[in-house]
C-alpha cells in the first residue's frame, strides 16, 4: 500500500509522528511573496536540538534568524532561484545557534502547492557531516 492508498486523517497523522520525531530538524514555512521571506509555521525537536530556538521563539518568524556575517548569500540567490522555479533545492551554508555559534547547515527544501494557491516549503536541515559539534 503507498501512502497515497491511506486515508487522509491516518496518512497526516502518520506524517505528523514522523516529522516530530525525525533525527533531522524539520521547517515548514508559508510563503509570503516575492522578494520576502516566508513564515514559520512548524519546527521539530530536532531543530531545537540543533539550533537551540524552541517552537515558541520562531513560529511566526522567518528562517533568517539562522543567518550570520558568514552565511553565504550566493547560496541563498540560490535557494531563491530553485524555489521560483518551483524546484527542489539543496545545499550547504553556515549558519547560527542561538548562543551565536557558528555551524555548516545542510538543507534540502521542496516547495508545496495547494490548489487554493498558497505555497508552502518544507525544509529537512542538519549539521553537514564532517562539521564539528559546539
Known sequence: MSASELPDDLSHLLLRKAADHSFHAITITRAAGEEQPGEIIYVNDAFTDLTGYTAEEVVGGT????????????????????????????????????????????????????????????????????????
Do not use: C, I
Open 63 to 134: 528562517p533568517g534568524v539562522l543567518q550570520g556575517p558568514k552565511t553565504d548569500q550566493a547560496v541563498l540567490d540560490r535557494l531563491g532561484r530553485r524555489l521560483e522555479a518551483d524546484e527542489v533545492f539543496h545545499g550547504k551554508t553556515v549558519n547560527y545557534r542561538k548562543s551565536g555559534a557558528e555551524f555548516m547547515m545542510e538543507w534540502k527544501v521542496v516547495p508545496v502547492d495547494r490548489e487554493e494557491g498558497a505555497v508552502y516549503y518544507v525544509a529537512v536541515q542538519r549539521e553537514a557531516p564532517g562539521s564539528s559539534e559546539e
